[in-house]
C-alpha cells in the first residue's frame, strides 16, 4: 500500500479552521517543500494568509468561500455531474467505499472532498484510488480551481447584487488564497499518479463526459449560475 499520509494534510486545510488551523497549514507545508516543492510554492499565499490573519478571519474566509455565496462546492459528485442522476449513483457507490474501508466521514457526504482524500490512507484497492484520481478529484479540481477566475467571481458578485439576495464582500472573494490550495493538490494529484493514463479504460464506476455545473446547488446559485453561463465567460 502505497503511503497516500500528505492527502491528510490537504483534508485538514479544507475543513472548517480550528485553533490548530495554522499549524496544520504549516505542516502540510513543510512536507510539500521535502517531496512536492512546486507544490509548496503554490501553498505558500495560503499559509502566509492563515498565519497573519485572526481566527474570526479565518472562519470568515471558510464561510465566505464554501458556505455563503460559495466560489465553489466541496462535494466531488456534485461538482461533476451536478443535479445529474449519475451523481446519486456516484455518491452510493462512495458511501459503499468509505464504508469498506471503515472510514467514518461524520456528518459530511462521502463524496466530501476532504473524506475522499481520507480514503487515500484508508484502503488498499489501489485501483480504485487510481480511478478516483484521474476521473474525479483531477477534473473536479480543475472544475473548482475555474470558478475562482477573477473575472468570473468579478461576474457573480455584480449577478448577485443585481438579484439583492445577499451582502457582498469581494474582497473576501477576490485573490481568494483557497484556489492555492486546490491548485497545489492538483500538483501533487498528477505527480502520485503520472503512471495513470487518463484515457487508460478502468472499471467504470464514473464518467465525466456527463454533468451539470455544481454553481447550481442552492437556488439563488442556479439563477446567477444561469446568467453567468449565458454570458459564455470562459
Do not use: W
Request: with cysteine.
Amino acid at each position: 500500500m502505497k503511503n497516500y499520509k500528505h492527502y491528510i494534510a490537504f483534508a485538514d486545510l479544507l475543513r472548517y479552521p480550528n485553533k490548530d488551523y495554522t499549524e496544520m497549514a504549516n505542516k502540510c507545508m513543510a512536507i510539500l517543500e521535502e517531496y512536492y516543492p512546486d507544490a509548496a510554492l503554490e501553498l505558500k499565499p495560503f499559509v502566509d494568509y492563515m498565519s497573519a490573519h485572526t481566527q474570526d478571519e479565518r472562519e470568515e474566509l471558510y464561510t465566505r468561500t464554501f458556505d455563503v455565496q460559495p466560489i465553489c462546492y466541496l462535494d466531488l459528485g456534485f461538482v461533476i455531474f451536478g443535479e445529474d442522476y449519475k451523481r446519486g449513483a456516484f455518491l452510493l457507490h462512495m458511501q459503499e467505499e468509505q464504508l469498506r474501508a471503515g472510514n467514518d466521514c461524520g456528518t459530511d457526504l462521502s463524496d466530501n472532498i476532504c473524506n475522499m482524500l481520507t480514503l487515500y490512507t484508508k484502503t488498499a484497492d489501489q485501483s480504485l484510488l487510481d480511478e478516483l484520481a484521474v476521473k474525479i478529484l483531477i477534473p473536479g479540481l480543475e472544475k473548482m480551481i475555474g470558478e475562482f477566475k477573477q473575472a468570473r467571481v468579478e461576474l457573480k458578485m455584480k449577478i448577485l447584487k443585481k438579484l439583492h439576495r445577499a451582502i457582498i464582500q469581494p474582497e473576501l472573494n477576490q485573490g481568494n488564497v483557497y484556489r492555492n490550495v486546490f491548485s497545489a493538490l492538483l500538483i501533487v494529484l498528477k505527480k502520485d499518479f503520472e503512471n495513470v493514463s487518463f484515457n487508460q479504460v478502468l472499471d467504470p464506476v464514473v464518467d465525466v463526459q456527463h454533468h451539470n455545473s455544481f454553481f447550481a446547488k442552492q437556488s439563488v446559485n442556479i439563477e446567477v449560475n444561469k446568467l453567468v453561463n449565458e454570458l459564455k465567460l470562459d
